[in-house]
Every structure is written in structure tokens, then in C-alpha cells.
């Protein structure tokens, strides 16, 4: 054994212990819908008690009492009793995210995604390998999750077609698939589910505010090359040192795309160009079809995600139908039911979420704490980057326990967003600032539902494939793509971009806002 095998050796003990504390404290956490059910419970009680107590503050701007309001009365148990339905088919993530997936799920299921990336990667030249197979998985958050299924054993073959070691490109990949999962050239769907959350946070303390679906797009832009420079200097600087060369005596299997995969992928690309020129058409003349009465692009930017179902399910149809996965009608519906029954558990998310944000509104804990919060953080003196900061670690740190992007935003949206309201910043960066924090950590928690996948494609390769080898693997990346992306936020914010179309960084309580 040579002596950097016998110190690696030696502190796998101490990571793999530290690994089975985070893994016993994760698996000890419910599931996230008995999660938002505790928190419902938790609501309840605390309404009573803080109500019994007299807890109040007074708001910064009407100057009235805000009080705590018990849920546990005969008002508040027939409003929810009442309102149930409507609170649900309300609440604003759920309508975006289901229409989405329609279009993305037949994109996906007739194969027209996986065909892109299959492209995307076949020919390149070997020095362009790592940049390429990160920033393909930034990009693959299009399809939500097929890139953990598609793109990452991808990625292996590539560089062990290349003579490259195939983990370093597994790594790469899952690298740009994970934790680059808020950034992208395009909006997906995790930018309306976010949004609705982010406009449902915001409403509690100014009840009129709008979140558009690109509220993040221009930071989200940025943030592309910036994860792919790092990503890629980790793979090659870091990465494929740690692991060495690499050998083969039987090349792998070409993974190009057949003739037929090709015509159908040539004819629903130029479909995908014809819908996006068109979408243009409506768009960009001053008296286009998505411009309102005064020019502006409100109707667009409200448009966004039928936009998205559209310019997912023509070309998707197209594709299936030019490669045999459409053969008829039946099975272009079957796809949408696919894409809506993978979506099961999300609406039952959508449920109990919809119910704690509705409660934690009612009940003005939300406000006070945030006008409480805002208080003790004014007090301190402590805003600019430095709260962003702290919030983004914050949110890296819960992302190790619980994985869910929405699921995390549902329960910190209601208390930050107001916070950081009433502290000048507005909701759009509050929401930035959470996928940042989001992303990061995604790697290097066994508790990624995909994390045993991602094994499983490494001992492949490498039979003693591991836990503790994947983590000591991704924490490079890790920490490497947390820093870029914080840094990148905070230059944002220091030269005063805007994080969207009508997103800006600061926010100003109008005199209408109610608490």
C-alpha cells in the first residue's frame, strides 16, 4: 500500500463516521409530507399559546398591533373547514408545475431530451470533455430529473470512450446535474414552482405583490458558465489525480444515435426553432399578440409557462412520431398521463403545503416573525452579502436533511421572504439567494433519493464503489461550486443587476401593503 493509499486509508474511519451521523439523523426525519402535517400541528399549538400570551408587534409601517391569531377557534376551524378545496386548487405552485410537466413530460418520454443529450456529448474532443459533461448537466434540469437517469452514466461512457477515467466523468456529470440544478440557459420548471412559492411568501406582508416565472433567469444565465469553469478545473485539477489513469481492455459501446434517433431529432429541433421564432412573433413588435395595452410584456411574462408546455410537447410529438415511440394518439396521451402520474406525490405535497402556508398566514406568525426578525438583525447592524451569506448556508446546511426544493422553500419562504422584505431586499433575491443554497450541498448528502443510483453507476467501474469514495469525490465540487455561485450572487448584488425581467435586488413597502 503506498503512503497517500495509507493516509487515505486512515481518515476514511473519521468520513465515514461523520457520514453515518448525518445519515442516522436524515433517516430519522418523516417524510416531507408528515413533515408539513408536524408543522401544521405545530402551527395550531403555538397559535394558541402566543395568542394566550398576548404576543404582538407593531408593524413598521401602519404602526398597528399585530397579534397572534389562535387557529383553534370556531372561525378559523370553519374558514379552513370551508376553504379547504380552494386552498388547494389555489395555491400558485401547483397549476404552473402540472401544466409544465405536460409538455416536458412527452419531451421526455418520447425520447426527444435523452436524443439531445446523446448529441450534445457524442464527437467532442477530449479537453472539452469535462466542461461539456457539466455544463450538459446544468442544462438537463430541463427534463427534471432525467438527467440523474440519462445524462450521468452517459457521462462515464464518454470519458471512458475518451480513455479518460469513467468516474471523473460520472462526477462531472452528477456535479452539473445536481448541484448546478438552479442554473440553465432556459426557464424550467423549477422556476414557476419557486415563483409561486416565493409570491405566496411575499403576499403576507404586501398582499398585491407579483413573482413572474423568470424572476432568477439573468443570474440563472450567469450562473452557467461560472458552475462550468469550476465544475470542469475540479474534475481536471482535483478529480482525475485523486483517481489516476485509467485502463480498459474492452471499449465501451458507442452511444451515438441510430439514423432513425437522428431524422427525428433534426425534425423536432427545427420544430422546437419554429415554435421559439413564433413565440418571438407575439413577443417582440410593440403591438405583438403577448404585449399589453401599453407595450409591456406582462402578458408574456405570464405566459411563460404555457409557453414551456408548448415548446416541449410539439417538438417531443414530433420526435416520437418520426422515431416509432408515437405511434398513434393514445400513446401521445399516455405520455401526458405518465408525466402527470409521476407527479403523484407532488400533488400530494402540494396538499398539505398549501394548508401550512394558509394556517402560518392566518395565524400572523409569519409576520411577527419576521418583523421580529428583521428587528433583531437591524439591531445587530448585520444586511448587505453577509445576510445573504448566512441565509445561503443556512439553506445549505437543512439540504442535507431534506432534499426537496419546494418542500425546503414552502417552510422557509413565509418566515425569510417578509424578513428580508422588511429589511429592503425584495423577494426575488430572497428566492435567489435560496437556490443558491439549494444547489450546492445536493452532492454529498446520502440522502438524495438518487444518491444509491449514483453508486450503482460508479461500481461499475469500480466494484468497491462506496459511500464514503462518492462523498470524498463530490465534496471538491461541493465547495468549489458553492463558492462560485455565492461569489457570483454577491458581485450581483454589489453592482446592482437585476436578477430578471422587472426583478430587482431591493424592495420598498408601498403604504398599501396589510399585515
Known amino acids: 500500500m503506498s503512503p497517500d493509499s495509507e493516509q487515505q486509508s486512515n481518515k476514511k474511519p473519521f468520513l465515514n463516521g461523520f457520514l453515518d451521523v448525518i445519515e442516522r439523523a436524515g433517516n430519522r426525519l418523516p417524510d416531507p409530507v408528515s413533515l408539513f402535517l408536524i408543522f401544521i400541528a405545530i402551527t395550531l399549538l403555538l397559535s394558541l399559546v402566543l395568542s394566550l400570551l398576548g404576543l404582538a408587534v407593531t408593524h413598521p409601517v401602519s404602526s398597528e398591533t399585530v397579534s397572534v391569531n389562535n387557529l383553534l377557534t370556531a372561525q378559523y376551524i370553519q374558514r379552513l373547514l370551508v376553504e379547504m378545496p380552494q386552498t388547494f386548487a389555489g395555491f400558485p405552485p401547483l397549476g404552473t408545475v402540472l401544466v409544465a410537466m405536460l409538455g416536458i413530460g412527452v419531451a421526455e418520454k418520447s425520447g426527444w431530451i435523452s436524443a439531445l443529450l446523446r448529441q450534445f456529448v457524442a464527437g467532442l474532443h477530449s479537453r472539452a470533455l469535462a466542461p461539456a459533461m457539466v455544463f450538459a448537466g446544468i442544462m438537463s434540469s430541463l427534463a427534471a430529473d432525467a438527467g440523474y437517469v440519462v445524462l450521468i452514466p452517459l457521462g462515464a461512457l464518454v470519458f471512458a470512450n475518451a480513455g479518460r477515467h469513467p468516474i471523473a466523468g460520472l462526477c462531472a456529470t452528477f456535479a452539473g446535474v445536481s448541484a448546478g440544478f438552479s442554473a440553465n440557459l432556459v426557464l424550467t420548471s423549477l422556476d414557476p414552482l419557486l415563483a409561486g412559492i416565493t409570491q405566496s411568501a411575499a403576499n403576507i406582508l404586501d398582499s398585491g ?90 402578458p408574456f411574462y405570464g405566459s411563460l409557462v404555457s409557453l414551456m408546455l408548448l415548446v416541449f410537447l410539439v417538438p417531443g410529438i414530433a420526435y416520437g412520431v418520426v422515431a416509432g415511440s408515437i405511434k398513434s394518439d393514445r400513446d401521445a396521451v399516455g405520455m401526458t398521463a405518465d408525466s402527470m402520474s409521476d407527479m403523484g406525490l407532488y400533488i400530494v405535497l402540494a396538499f398539505v ?163
Request: no cysteine; charged share 10%.
Open 209 to 298: 405583490y407579483q413573482v413572474n416565472a423568470a424572476a432568477n433567469y439573468f443570474l440563472m444565465i450567469g450562473m452557467v458558465p461560472v458552475l462550468t469553469m469550476a465544475g470542469a478545473l475540479v474534475t481536471e485539477r482535483v478529480i482525475e489525480p485523486r483517481l489516476g489513469s485509467w485502463a480498459s481492455d474492452q471499449r465501451e459501446a458507442d452511444s451515438g444515435l441510430s439514423d432513425v434517433e437522428r431524422k427525428a431529432l433534426r425534425i423536432a429541433n427545427w420544430t422546437a426553432l419554429g415554435a421559439l421564432v413564433l413565440i418571438a412573433l407575439m413577443a417582440v413588435p410593440e403591438n405583438g399578440i403577448l404585449r399589453g395595452v401599453d407595450g409591456d410584456l406582462n
Open 353 to 515: 403545503a398549501a394548508h401550512f402556508i394558509a394556517l402560518f398566514s392566518w395565524s400572523n406568525l409569519g409576520i411577527i416573525m419576521a418583523i421580529s426578525g428583521a428587528q433583531f438583525l437591524g439591531g445587530i447592524n448585520l444586511g448587505g452579502p453577509l445576510l445573504i451569506l448566512i441565509f445561503i448556508l443556512l439553506v445549505g446546511l437543512i439540504n442535507l436533511f431534506v432534499g426537496s426544493a419546494s418542500a425546503k422553500w414552502a417552510l422557509l419562504g413565509p418566515v425569510f421572504v417578509p424578513m428580508l422584505m422588511l429589511l429592503g431586499y425584495s423577494p426575488e433575491l430572497s428566492q435567489a439567494a435560496y437556490r443558491v443554497g439549494d444547489s450546492f450541498s445536493n452532492i454529498i448528502t446520502p440522502l438524495m433519493p438518487y444518491f444509491p443510483l449514483i453508486l450503482v453507476y460508479g461500481r461499475k467501474y469500480m466494484p468497491e464503489f462506496g459511500v464514503g469514495n462518492l462523498i470524498a469525490l463530490m465534496l471538491p465540487y461541493s465547495i468549489a461550486l458553492g463558492i462560485a455561485s455565492t461569489t457570483l450572487l454577491v458581485i450581483w448584488m454589489l453592482i446592482g443587476m437585476p436578477l430578471g425581467p422587472e426583478a430587482g435586488l431591493y424592495f420598498e413597502m408601498p403604504a398599501s401593503a396589510v399585515p
